[in-house]
């Protein structure tokens, strides 16, 4: 691994998209529009990055960068990006090779410490990707956050292990197949608590059912469901 000349080890990598009428949060027609549905996916990633980018964020004594990574062709708005975040893309035809290739590169940049999360899951604590990275200061460690839907929302490491990608993805075992390649591996694995992402209609009832029992949600995010709530209020 090349050493660090960074000033921290620790990189989170945000796999996101362009908030994109058509492109994003499909599972949601057709109980929202194409617009609505990129509009509360464009809340959920700037939400996110805002997060992520705050000093101090997960709880760490030490920072975190943040490495964005876009499909080729995707494009945001100067303000969704913080100042603090890099850009970069992904490169690969499917979500496994994507992943695999933005560890590699950050790995090559110097970072010792590396997860991957998305931005799906608008409610996720911080504390739980801090504690992903606390777990990562020990060496020859994976770490992952189990979703609801049988997926992960976040998956970390501090050594390259190009098994836990060659898999297909967004079906209900990916955690599961993860999980048994790892154990494939000479590493130590720390499971997180589990979490949901925000990627069908179920799922977004249970964030406004969440939101309305008084969880605390970020602003873009709230701003955008009590647009929805306005728009459909027999929905929600």
């Not at 893309?89 to 979500?95: A, D, Y």
């Not at 501090?158 to 000479?186: I, K, W």
Request: proline share 6%; aromatic share 10%; hydrophobic share 45%.
């Amino acid at each position: 691994m090349i050493p660090s000349s960074h000033s921290t080890k620790n990189a989170l990598i945000v796999f996101a998209k362009a908030p994109v009428a058509g492109n994003v949060k499909t599972r949601l027609s057709p109980l929202l529009t194409e617009e609505e549905a990129a509009n509360l996916y464009g809340a959920f990633l700037q939400d996110a990055l805002q997060a992520y980018s705050a000093k101090e964020a997960f709880g760490l004594s030490d920072s975190v960068a943040v490495r964005l990574y876009l499909p080729a062709g995707d494009e945001l708005p100067a303000h969704l990006v913080p100042e603090s975040a890099t850009l970069h893309r992904q490169k690969g035809e499917s979500l496994g090779p994507r992943m695999l290739r933005a560890f590699v590169e950050t790995f090559s940049a110097g970072f010792e410490r590396i997860v991957v999360v998305g931005t799906d899951h608008p409610t996720l604590p911080p504390a739980f990707v801090g504690e992903a990275f606390r777990a990562l200061a020990q060496p020859l460690t994976i770490t992952i956050g189990p979703s609801a839907d049988g997926g992960y929302y976040l998956l970390g490491m501090n050594d390259l292990y190009p098994s836990l990608f060659e898999m297909e993805y967004s079906h209900q075992s990916v955690f599961g197949d993860t999980m048994a390649r790892a154990g494939n591996e000479n590493a130590h694995t720390v499971i997180l608590p589990e979490w949901y992402d925000v990627d069908d209609v179920q799922a977004l009832r249970r964030l406004f059912g969440e939101w309305r029992a008084g969880a605390v949600i970020h602003a873009h995010t709230e701003s955008a469901l009590r647009a929805l709530l306005e728009a459909h209020p027999k929905l929600f």
